[in-house]
């Protein structure tokens, strides 16, 4: 199943890759690339946090929003150094198409929502959107070491990755077991969640 997935990527790799071996070159450019990473990140524990309003989380909930937290600190704290100044804000001057960065998060939230009929429909909303998140983050962050390495910046995401190939393995586990159909619903969500991220990132090409 994983490997269809990443089929479906396969055409925008090499555009990513590029992106990101432009961006990393110009201390500015790169400075407000991982602020908005922060930006996602803090959005990510936010929703963590909102879909845990109304029932208490457990222990798993509590450390996966715990990291995604501290995910967002770890980027803004990278950006700031790039950028030589304290970060206050995710604005349009310190990040890199911050409205697209919040669209894509939204919109996935809300197709997710409209499309899972659950009885814990909380619990699956949140799993759900984290599996898509998680896989993106796979993704992205995968490409985004390798550019790194491959230019010799001392930057490294590796203890970040290997979170996020927890929390991925974590929400795989728990979709599989809180639903019967997931192996079908993965590929049409993950099919949902590859259109919005394009857009978003075509608007993160333009920024730079
Ligand atoms: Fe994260
Ligand atoms: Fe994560």
Not at 115 to 132: F, G
Not at 154 to 160: C, H, I, P
Request: charged share 20%.
């Amino acid at each position: 199943m994983l490997s269809g997935l990443e089929r479906l990527n396969q055409p925008l790799e090499a555009r990513f890759r590029a992106f990101l071996t432009r961006v990393i070159q110009d201390d500015t450019m790169h400075g407000r690339f991982l602020n908005t990473l922060s930006l996602l990140e803090h959005i990510g524990s936010r929703k963590i946090m909102l879909s845990h309003i109304h029932k208490s989380p457990n222990g798993e909930v509590l450390k996966h929003m715990a990291e995604e937290a501290r995910h967002a600190y770890f980027f803004s704290n990278k950006a700031q150094a790039l950028l030589k100044q304290p970060l206050n804000d995710y604005s349009q001057n310190t990040t890199l198409a911050p409205a697209a960065a919040k669209m894509y998060f939204g919109k996935l939230d809300s197709m997710i929502e409209h499309r899972i009929t659950a009885p814990e429909k909380n619990d699956a909303c949140y799993l759900w959107v984290s599996l898509m998140i998680e896989l993106r983050a796979h993704w992205a962050y995968g490409l985004y070491q390798d550019v790194l390495q491959q230019h010799q910046k001392s930057l490294s995401l590796k203890s970040l990755i290997a979170e996020e190939n927890l929390h991925l393995a974590e929400m795989f586990d728990s979709v599989m077991a809180l639903d019967s159909s997931a192996e079908q619903t993965i590929p049409q969500l993950a099919k949902n969640e590859h259109e919005l991220f394009e857009h978003f990132f075509a608007q993160l090409e333009k920024a730079v």
